[in-house]
C-alpha cells in the first residue's frame, strides 16, 4: 500500500516539476521577443582634425541603430555640444528613421571662432531616440588649433 502512495507521490512530483519547467521556458521565450532599447553607436571620422582658426572642418558621423530585433523602426535625432558659444556646426535637423542594426553616413561641420588659442576642442555629436532620450549615443570630433 505505502509502495503505491509513494508511486502516486513521485508521479505528482514529476508532474509539478515539469510545469515548472514549461513555466520558466515560457518566462524565458517572452524575454527573448521583447524590444531592448540600446544607445545606437556614434562613430566620427577623422576622429580629430588639424585646423586654422576660422576654417570649417568636415567629420564623416556613422550612426547605427543597436535596438533589438524586436524592436520597431526608431527615429533618431542628432544634437552637440561646441567647445564654446562662438563655435559654429552643422547638424541634421530631420530625424534619421532607421531599422535595427541599420545605419546612415551623414556630414558634421565644425567652425571655430577667428580667435581662437592653440589646443585641443572636442566636440561631441549625441544621437537619441524621441522615445529613449536618456539612451543616448555620443561621438567625438576634436579639432585641434
Given at each position: 500500500?505505502?509502495?503505491?502512495?509513494?508511486?502516486?507521490?513521485?508521479?505528482?512530483?514529476?508532474?509539478?516539476?515539469?510545469?515548472?519547467?514549461?513555466?520558466?521556458?515560457?518566462?524565458?521565450?517572452?524575454?527573448?521577443?521583447?524590444?531592448?532599447?540600446?544607445?545606437?553607436?556614434?562613430?566620427?571620422?577623422?576622429?580629430?582634425?588639424?585646423?586654422?582658426?576660422?576654417?570649417?572642418?568636415?567629420?564623416?558621423?556613422?550612426?547605427?541603430?543597436?535596438?533589438?530585433?524586436?524592436?520597431?523602426?526608431?527615429?533618431?535625432?542628432?544634437?552637440?555640444?561646441?567647445?564654446?558659444?562662438?563655435?559654429?556646426?552643422?547638424?541634421?535637423?530631420?530625424?534619421?528613421?532607421?531599422?535595427?542594426?541599420?545605419?546612415?553616413?551623414?556630414?558634421?561641420?565644425l567652425q571655430s571662432p577667428s580667435n581662437v588659442q592653440p589646443g585641443n576642442y572636442p566636440?561631441?555629436?549625441?544621437?537619441?531616440?524621441?522615445?529613449q532620450q536618456s539612451n543616448a549615443g555620443v561621438g567625438t570630433a576634436t579639432y585641434l588649433?
Amino acid at each position: 500500500m505505502q509502495s503505491k502512495k509513494l508511486v502516486k507521490i513521485i508521479l505528482v512530483l514529476g508532474f509539478i516539476i515539469n510545469l515548472i519547467i514549461l513555466a520558466q521556458l515560457s518566462i524565458s521565450s517572452a524575454n527573448l521577443s521583447e524590444c531592448k532599447h540600446i544607445a545606437p553607436n556614434v562613430t566620427v571620422y577623422p576622429p580629430s582634425q588639424l585646423g586654422q582658426p576660422g576654417e570649417i572642418l568636415s567629420y564623416s558621423v556613422n550612426l547605427t541603430n543597436k535596438n533589438s530585433s524586436p524592436c520597431q523602426t526608431a527615429n533618431f535625432y542628432i544634437t552637440d555640444v561646441n567647445p564654446g558659444t562662438t563655435w559654429v556646426s552643422t547638424i541634421p535637423t530631420q530625424p534619421f528613421s532607421l531599422c535595427n542594426g541599420c545605419n546612415v553616413i551623414f556630414e558634421y561641420e565644425l567652425q571655430s571662432p577667428s580667435n581662437v588659442q592653440p589646443g585641443n576642442y572636442p566636440s561631441y555629436i549625441i544621437a537619441y531616440e524621441s522615445s529613449q532620450q536618456s539612451n543616448a549615443g555620443v561621438g567625438t570630433a576634436t579639432y585641434l588649433v
